[in-house]
């Protein structure tokens, strides 16, 4: 029935969280797992993986742990075929992971542009890919992006962030008017600051801090938990009518 809580239910679905093992990768696995879906989290440090694996143990669901640096294209199709061996499937990808490297436009290095773009840009369109060739043969799948309200807006210091999330909500628009007549859904989500250990430095700021938050309308900045029901949203049934979009978590941020 349209509007049902069942619309949301993932029970029997293999979702893959990129860059889960803390921060809001983390919070998104442990968020789809208690929505029903088997986990398969991945990242740098397997102690960490292991961690987030035992927590979604702990409330009931089920998940693994699979090694990997999205920005080593071999490492990416060893990871997958490790997900695809142990599930089955890849029913939702989260393409979570990613860096920041604060420096204005004159300040960029080429060896920050290119960690920043090869992890936030180039990383999840090869992971994209290598879970997308399954996903195409299956003739289902839910992709989601993590974008950012930098994909939108500009920032002083943001330089290759907003790059690499600029181009990863036009990489998702591709993906998804190429995708959708195979079956596969293409989305973004765009959180705006969240106090995660990747902007430690920013919100051990008070100056900043109060900057920020006085452009938020809301009152107050996005947390990990704001962002799970957009997620499972996106990978659910009750949005498989939509493709290409970017769902801005942002208390308001980008509408003043």
């Known amino acids: 029935m349209p509007g049902s809580p069942r619309q949301f239910d993932l029970t029997g679905r293999v979702a ?12 998104l696995a442990i968020g789809l797992a208690e929505a029903g879906a088997d986990v398969a989290v991945t990242g740098r440090s397997l102690d960490a993986l292991r961690a987030v694996v035992k927590e979604i143990e702990d409330v009931g669901g089920t998940a693994s742990a699979h090694t990997a640096d999205i920005t080593q294209p071999a490492a990416i199709g060893s990871m997958v075929d490790d997900v695809l ?8 990808l989260v393409n979570n992971a990613g860096i920041k490297i604060p420096q204005s436009v004159l300040d960029v290095t080429v060896e920050a542009w290119d960690d920043v773009l090869g992890t936030n840009l180039r990383g999840p369109a090869l992971v994209a890919q290598a879970v997308g060739r399954h996903m195409i043969e299956r003739g289902t799948g839910k992709v989601i992006n993590v974008a950012s309200t930098y994909a939108v807006v500009g920032a002083v210091g943001r330089a290759s962030y907003a790059a690499s999330k600029g181009g990863l909500m036009q990489l998702t628009r591709v993906m998804a008017v190429e995708w959708a007549p195979l079956g596969v859904n293409v989305n973004a989500v765009g959180p705006t600051a969240i106090e995660t250990p990747m902007n430690e430095a920013l919100f051990a700021d008070p ?3 109060q900057r920020a938050l006085d452009k938020i309308p809301a009152g107050r900045f996005c947390e990990p938990d704001d962002v799970v029901g957009a997620v499972i949203f996106l990978a659910s049934p009750a949005s498989d009518m939509i493709h290409g979009q970017l769902i801005l978590i942002d208390g308001g941020l980008t509408i003043v």
């Not at 893959?16 to 919070?27: E, F, I, W, Y």
């Open 207 to 209: 100056e900043w801090r």
């Open 16 to 27: 893959l969280v990129t860059g889960a093992g803390r921060g809001l990768g983390r919070t």
């Open 85 to 92: 061996g142990q599930h089955g499937s890849i029913d939702i």
